[in-house]
């Protein structure tokens, strides 16, 4: 374990401690901005077990899901600049799209899950489903699902590929390029949705936790519509792969360093800016925290709720306890995102993806930092 955390700070670290110690905890990071300074920054345990590698303080972890608030930002940059309308039919933009009864269907509907496109009904390949064109393509092609489960469920994968394309038609760049060049090169991050080659050896390993990657198909035909295939047997094969690594994935293919991603949204906790650097309007922040749909997620049968494209506060607390928090979770365990009256932008990234729902490792990350913001001097 190394790193630092500012006076007052303490119960985070020993927090983070206590996932090694108690929790099994195999190589973590945890960071933290309030107010404009880092008050955390604590890093420790192995990045790679098989060769005992340890996690540095620029080791690069995969965040799956934390992607997703990284491609809102995208989409609510264009969305300022006047170059998209999120209550306009995705159609307007990506013409194809609008086959086979998906006319209707709005960009803000895709951002907020309700688009009734959970998985992809055709068969692809490893290889195609590493290739942004095949897969937006059998979407386009594909009809919304008539299962009344469809209409509020997670959009796993289909996000990203959805969310990609109508960028690369408004814009001309990919998500990964948009967000490389509008916000991690601005703000000096440590971040990429599509990892640079020469920068792979700097990527932790990631690894299944026990009964996470459970074997069988689902008997139903929903249930084989919305299974991820990213999370089966053999699937960490794909996920370290240099394949995966540098395809970008604008849902799930994030790699950064935990002090990056905190960094990133305590911008825009703070009204969309770090330093000299505007990273969104305040009201575009706004906008993207407006709150599009609560309910209960149709397939998984808990509480969710959504922004363009920000997951929300529920009653789960997977973000922490501020109500106002924005953000994004990652796939078992990794939790992102801002708490904006506080001024707060944290990141808790880890290499070993867990099935225990709620994982108690993020949840006592986050309750000892929200009582150190809480006691801390205004």
Known sequence: MDGFVAPGYEGVAAAFERNFTERGEVGAAFAAHHAGRPVVDLWGGV???????????DTLQLVFSGTKGLAAACVLLLVERGRLDLD??????????????????????????????PGVRAPFTTAELLDHDVMAALLAAQAPSD????????????????VDEVVRRVDGRSVGAL????????????????????????????VAGPGLLAAGEPTDDYGR???????????????????????????????????SIARFYAGLAGDGAWGDVRLLAPETVRLGRRLLRRGTDSAAGTPMAYGAG???????GLLGPATDVFGHAGAGGSRHGAWPAARVGFSYAMNE??????????????????????????
């Open 310 to 316: 920000f997951e929300l506060f529920t009653e789960l």
């Open 47 to 57: 990045a790679d077990r098989s060769t005992g590698r340890a996690w540095q303080r």
């Open 179 to 206: 967000f490389h060049q509008e916000f991690a090169a601005p703000l000096e991050l440590e971040l990429w949705i599509g990892l640079p080659d020469e920068l792979h050896h700097r990527a932790a390993t990631t």
């Open 225 to 259: 519509l919305v299974r991820n295939p990213l999370v089966v047997p053999g699937a960490p094969d794909i996920w370290n792969g240099a394949a995966f690594r540098r395809a970008g994935l604008a849902a799930v293919g994030a790699h950064g360093t935990a002090q």
């Open 147 to 162: 299962d009344p489960r469809a209409e509020f469920t997670y959009h796993a994968l289909t996000y990203g590929w959805l």
């Open 88 to 117: 306009a039919p995705v159609a307007r933009y990506w013409p194809e799209f609008g086959q086979a009864g998906k006319a209707a269907i709005t960009v803000a509907e895709v951002l907020s899950h309700q688009c009734r496109l």
């Open 353 to 378: 993806i867990r099935a225990e729902f709620p994982d108690r490792r993020p949840l006592s990350l986050l309750a000892a930092l929200h009582d150190a913001v809480r006691r801390a001097p205004a």
